[in-house]
Every structure is written in structure tokens, then in C-alpha cells.
């Protein structure tokens, strides 16, 4: 019915009603059941079983293109490929390829699993139907299958007419595809599954229609809607490797003004573990403190700042008590100087500025991207984590309680060295006694305390001296730190080659 009509009818009926009442007739029925009928109609959440339009799968135009999306070439590859088979039959006949029906992008949070849907749908002009998982999911039953139906329905209607193909892209799919019978108290979920394993089943050889899942769950995904058939392929969308957040942060930063001593590179080292969208958010994190400085140029500075603040939070308000803060700097300077011991280069920054749980950190950012770790670079992380604790202690005589998550992170590292077999058990089975686990973890751990604390003892002098500096730059940048550190180097050696000469001297005496 057109807006016009609706507009005239309403009006009608309210004539009719006070004509009626002009009349002398009890009109208050007539209002209480128009009343309750238009409440069912607006605000049921169930309305589409009343025949209203249905909202699950909104049809929109992408304007987001592969080039856009940083690193992930594989996950780019193999979509494009799947779009070309899925959407472009004639391709496919020569070798009798069977199109894929269905892609399912897995992976952890802001990797840009949504972007790469979006960039397939503006690949190939096809419709793009856009849903999400819990829009599926519905108290009432019967709602999610339906829904389910109705978009697949809606997407064939697209293909038909615009000759391109539709893609369905199902965004959170976990919540929708979950391990049938979890749901323990009722079969609404499973039913929506089911439904959408047929509608998937059902697609035809010759529709052009491509289904697109994205999860960050796959581990909890039914293995019926796994199956190839169904997602022929399962696209991992992984943390970007080095070259991957390097183009990232390109692609954030174009057209934005930097100063000359950003690296991108350098930046791109430093953002191990960094997803796409904390690097889109470190970027912007960055404008805004150029902006606070009421400058019009992103500095490297800005770029340090905000990498912390992305990564533990904003700058806390309250202002710890100065032996708090003294204590804070032996212990990061502990960490750093370990850091710097085990593997050199690797400390990014130190900083004793409270933020969001931390009251400091030491920011280490490895060489080059790690995907295995050997014994050697295990039993020297546990001495990173150790050695914070041991530095207050050698200082002061005593810990704190700041150490607690070093030794969980301690606990944790040792616990992976026994059960991958790199322990002095050798390998062990999953099952292992809780107590001989854990024996052997503070076996590991006391161990690598009595090797930290020795060499923490060489520097003990530069430990108290940088802590003086640190308390008043709040901040040192990784250069800076290992400058200071190695001008200390090498005055021990001086010392030593003296201690050394002397000795000669009294011996030869
Ligand atoms: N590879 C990338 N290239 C460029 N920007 C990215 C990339 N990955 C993420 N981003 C940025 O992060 C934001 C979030 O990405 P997206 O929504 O695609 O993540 P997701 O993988 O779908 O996350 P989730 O699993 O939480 O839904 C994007 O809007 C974009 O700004
Ligand atoms: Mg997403």
C-alpha cells in the first residue's frame, strides 16, 4: 500500500471514530483493540510471522575494494577464486568445476573478516545480503528458519534480476551455527540450522549464489555446516605477519600528514601481535595526539604514545606515591635490562606511567615475526618475566605484589616447556600428575630465579641510576635505553681489564 493510502485510511478511521462517538456510541472498544493491534504490529519482534516485510538480510552497496584490505593475500586469493567460480559459470564449465556454494572466514577479532566480505560483494557487483548471526535468533519458533528462508529467497530474487549473482554474507555466524543440542532447553537454534543446512543443500547449479560466513568461534561451529558442500573452503584470516601491518598502516595513514622521523617499517616491527583494526586504531589514536598538541603533524612520539594506549589503555588520573613510582622503575628496569641480556635489540620502550592495570611495561618488540619457540628462547622469556621481581628485591631487599602476573606469565611459559616435551621429564603425555606438573614448573622457575638473580647482581648500579632518569622522563625509547646501557657495558669492561691488571701485577709482585 503506498504511503498515501495508509495516510488516508488512518485519517478515515479516526472520522469514523468520533462520528461514531458524535453519535452517541461507546467508541472505547474500538480504540482499545485498534490500539493493541497497531502495538502487535510495530513492536512484536516476531512480526515477520505476521507477514510484514522482513529485516534480516539488508541488501547494500560495498564501496570497500580488495586493495583497501592490507596483508592477508591468501584469505584475498582464495576469495576472489571462489567469487569467480561461484558467480562466473562460464569459467568453471571448460574443466566441469563444481562452484563453491560456501566460504567461511575464521579467525580472531578485527582481522578484517567483515572488510573482506565487503570487498568480495563490490569484486563482482553482485547483490551483497548482509546479516548477522543473532538476527537469525528469535524467542519465538519458527522465527530463525524463517528468517533464514527469506533471506535466501530475497538473494535468489536478486541473482535473477540483476544477472550477477547475490553473495549472502552471515556475519557471527557461531551464533547461528553452533554444535546442534547445546541448547539444551529449547530447539529454536537447532532449527534455524537446520534450516540453513538445507537452504545450502539446496542451492542449484545454476545459482549464482555464494555464501559467506565470518566467526572468530569455528571451534564451537556444528561439523554438519563444516563440511565441504556446504563451506567448501575455511579461509583463515590471520594476525598480520610483519609486510602485512606494514601495508596496513600504509593504507591508514594515506593522506594524513607525517612527520619525517615516522618509519612506517620500524612502526610496523613494533606492532607485533597487532591486529588490523588496533593498527586503524593506533593510527587515529595518533592523530588525536598531535591534535591535543595542537599541532598539524603526526609525530613518531604521537605514534609511541598511542601504541601504548591501544595496547594497555589510558593514562590513569591518580598519581602514585614516589616510593611506589621508585619501585616501579627498578622493577621495568629489571625487565629491560633482562630483555636486552637475552636478546639484544628487543626492548621498544620502558615507561612507568600508570595505565589502565599496569602501573609500568616494558614494550618488547622481537626482530622478526615468531611462530615457534625453541627451549633456549623460552627459559630466556621466563628470566624477563622473573626479573622485574628479583630487581626490586636486589634494590630494596624485598618484593611486592606487582609481580603476581609476572609469575603467572612464569608459570605459563614453564607449563608450555613441560608439556611440549622440553623439560627434564622429556616428553610427557597430557595427563600428567597435577603434582609432578607442577614440581616441575618450580623446578624451571627456581632454577632460571637463581640465574636471574646473578646476573641481575652486575647491574645493580645501573639499575639505581637509570631509575633516577626514568622518574623524571616517565618514558625511555628503546635506543635511548640500550644507549645508556651500553655506555654501562663498557665500563664494567674498563673495570674489569683494570681489576684483571692489577691482579697480574699482585701476582707478579
Ligand atoms: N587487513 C586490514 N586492512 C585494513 N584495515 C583493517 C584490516 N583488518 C582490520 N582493519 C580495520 O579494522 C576494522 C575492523 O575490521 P573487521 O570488522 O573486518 O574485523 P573482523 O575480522 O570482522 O572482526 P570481528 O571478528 O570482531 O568481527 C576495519 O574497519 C578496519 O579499519
Ligand atoms: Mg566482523
Not at 543446512?197 to 545459482?207: C, F, K, P, Y
Not at 572468530?216 to 563440511?227: K, T
Not at 603533524?297 to 589510558?314: H, N, P, R, S, Y
Amino acid at each position: 500500500m503506498s504511503k498515501y493510502w495508509k495516510e488516508i485510511l488512518i485519517g478515515a478511521v479516526f472520522a469514523v471514530i468520533f462520528f461514531l462517538g458524535q453519535f452517541g456510541y461507546n467508541v472505547w472498544p474500538v480504540i482499545v483493540v485498534l490500539g493493541a493491534g497497531v502495538f502487535l504490529y510495530n513492536f512484536m519482534p516476531g512480526k515477520d510471522i505476521a507477514g510484514a516485510k522482513v529485516g534480516v538480510g539488508k541488501n547494500t552497496v560495498q564501496t570497500i575494494n580488495f586493495y583497501d584490505i592490507g596483508g592477508q593475500e591468501v584469505a584475498k586469493r582464495e576469495l576472489k577464486e571462489a567469487l569467480d567460480f561461484a558467480l562466473e559459470k562460464e569459467k568453471t564449465k571448460i574443466l566441469g568445476i563444481r562452484p563453491l556454494k560456501g566460504i567461511l572466514l575464521s579467525g580472531p577479532p578485527g582481522t578484517g573478516k567483515t572488510l573482506l566480505a565487503k570487498a568480495a560483494a563490490n569484486y563482482t557487483g553482485s547483490a551483497f545480503l548482509h546479516a548477522s548471526g543473532s538476527e537469525f535468533v528469535e524467542v519465538y519458533a519458527g522465527v530463525g528458519a524463517k528468517r533464514v528462508r527469506d533471506i535466501f529467497e530475497k538473494a535468489r530474487n536478486l541473482a535473477r534480476q540483476n544477472k550477477k549473482g547475490a553473495v549472502i554474507f552471515i556475519d557471527e555466524i557461531e551464533v547461528l551455527c553452533g554444535a546442534r543440542g547445546r541448547h539444551a532447553s529449547h530447539l529454536e537454534y537447532d532449527q534455524t540450522l537446520n534450516q540453513l543446512l538445507v537452504e545450502m543443500d539446496g542451492i542449484g547449479s545454476q545459482e549464482q549464489i555464494l555464501v559467506l560466513g565470518a566467526t572468530n568461534r569455528i571451534d564451537i561451529l556444528d561439523p554438519a555446516i563444516l563440511r565441504p558442500g556446504r563451506f567448501d573452503r575455511i579461509v583463515r584470516v590471520d594476525l598480520p605477519d610483519r609486510e602485512g601491518r606494514f601495508h596496513i598502516l600504509q593504507i591508514h595513514t594515506k593522506g594524513k600528514p607525517l612527520a619525517d622521523d615516522v618509519d612506517l617499517q620500524e612502526l610496523a616491527r613494533q606492532c607485533y601481535g597487532f591486529s588490523g583494526a588496533h593498527i586503524e586504531s593506533l593510527v587515529n589514536e595518533a592523530a588525536i595526539n598531535a591534535h591535543r598538541r595542537n599541532e598539524d603533524i603526526i609525530t613518531w612520539q604521537d605514534f609511541a604514545d598511542a601504541q601504548e594506549k591501544v595496547l594497555l589503555g589510558e593514562k590513569l588520573d591518580s598519581r602514585p606515591p614516589e616510593e611506589e613510582i621508585n619501585r616501579v622503575a627498578i622493577h621495568e628496569l629489571g625487565h629491560a635490562v633482562m630483555s636486552e641480556l637475552v636478546k639484544a635489540k628487543s626492548v621498544a620502550s620502558v615507561t612507568i606511567v600508570p595505565r589502565g592495570q599496569a602501573l609500568g611495561f616494558v614494550r618488547q618488540a622481537p626482530l622478526e615475526d615468531k611462530y615457534l619457540y625453541t627451549k633456549e628462547e623460552l627459559l630466556g622469556q621466563i628470566r624477563v618475566a622473573l626479573a622485574g621481581a628479583f630487581s626490586e628485591e636486589l634494590i630494596f631487599g624485598s618484593m611486592s605484589t606487582g609481580s603476581q602476573n609476572d609469575f603467572y606469565q612464569a608459570s605459563r611459559l614453564a607449563k608450555k616447556m613441560v608439556l611440549s616435551g622440553l623439560s627434564h621429564l622429556g616428553v610427557v603425555s597430557e595427563e600428567i600428575g597435577q603434582n609432578e606438573l607442577n614440581y616441575e614448573i618450580m623446578r624451571i622457575i627456581n632454577n632460571e630465579g637463581i640465574m636471574v638473580r646473578e646476573r641481575l647482581q652486575r647491574f645493580k648500579r645501573f639499575i639505581k641510576e637509570t631509575a633516577t632518569i626514568i622518574r623524571q622522563e616517565e618514558r625511555l625509547e628503546g635506543d635511548v635505553f640500550r644507549k645508556i646501557l651500553g655506555e654501562y657495558v663498557e665500563l664494567l669492561e674498563k673495570e674489569d681489564e683494570v681489576a684483571a691488571e692489577s691482579e697480574l701485577l699482585i701476582l707478579a709482585c
